[in-house]
């Protein structure tokens, strides 16, 4: 596709459940960034894959959060046993081998009721 | 360790008036910069970016930002804003190394112009 998707762009669950965000890259492109932006608050970090390399996973802030990416290419943000505090807008972000400018996807909105 | 810091979190500025939003860094290597702007409701775009060469950088809609080196600043400028430049603005900072990219975001910073 022309640019980074993210499905589904808005998510209500309740607390406890467990969700799935999938982001699909600009093809090519071997950096995929995920990034959570709460309300007021600026982009948190969560993590980050370099094409096959092991992913950095500094910003997961609870073992209740994952991600995997298959192929290279799609990914999938999994939260298990959602919390309030969860809520939030999931950002996806791609970008090439070369260090430049990332391209962001329009977002997952999750609602944790 | 990388680090980035936008002072201002809110700016308001009368239409047609200059604005300048500021941003630090640090960083023990050589970084790439740029600004991205989130118009409301929408999702986050590229404004600029500085890789190498001139320190003053053109992006769209006006802006212009200026890497110094010096003071690891990045600061972003428009001599006269409209309207349509209400928005967030964010910072950020990639370095390149060992085969990874490692990006630091500001916490950003919101521009209300005022008419």
């Known amino acids: 596709g022309a640019g980074v998707s993210q499905s589904p762009s808005n998510k209500v669950t309740e607390k406890g459940k467990d969700v799935e965000l999938r982001c699909d890259p600009i093809?090519?492109?071997?950096?995929l960034y995920w990034y959570r932006q709460s309300l007021g608050q600026g982009l948190e970090f969560l993590i980050y894959?370099?094409?096959?390399?092991?992913?950095?996973k500094s910003g997961l802030p609870s073992d209740r959060f994952s991600a995997e990416r298959t192929g290279g290419s799609v990914s999938t943000l999994t939260i298990q046993r959602t919390q309030q505090e969860d809520s939030a807008v999931y950002l996806c972000?791609?970008?090439?081998?070369?260090?430049?400018?990332?391209?962001f996807g329009p977002g997952t909105r999750l609602t944790v009721l | 360790a990388q680090s980035v810091t936008q002072l201002d979190s809110q700016v308001p500025v009368f239409e047609e008036a200059p604005v300048e939003l500021r941003c630090n860094y640090s960083?023990?290597?050589?970084?790439?910069l740029f600004w991205y702007v989130q118009y409301p409701n929408q999702g986050l775009q590229l404004l600029l970016k500085?890789?190498?060469?001139?320190?003053l950088v053109k992006g769209i809609n006006g802006f212009e930002a200026e890497f110094n080196k010096s003071q690891t600043s990045f600061h972003l400028r428009k001599p006269s804003v409209h309207i349509s430049d209400t928005a967030e603005y964010f910072c950020a900072v990639l370095t390149v190394g060992g085969g990874y990219q490692k990006v630091t975001f500001g916490t950003g910073t919101k521009l209300q112009v005022i008419p």
């Open positions: 972000a791609s970008s090439s081998n070369r260090g430049d400018e990332q391209f």
């Open positions: 894959f370099q094409g096959n390399s092991a992913p950095d």
């Open positions: 093809s090519g492109h071997t950096a």
């Open positions: 960083s023990s290597v050589s970084v790439y």
């Open positions: 500085y890789l190498s060469g001139s320190t």
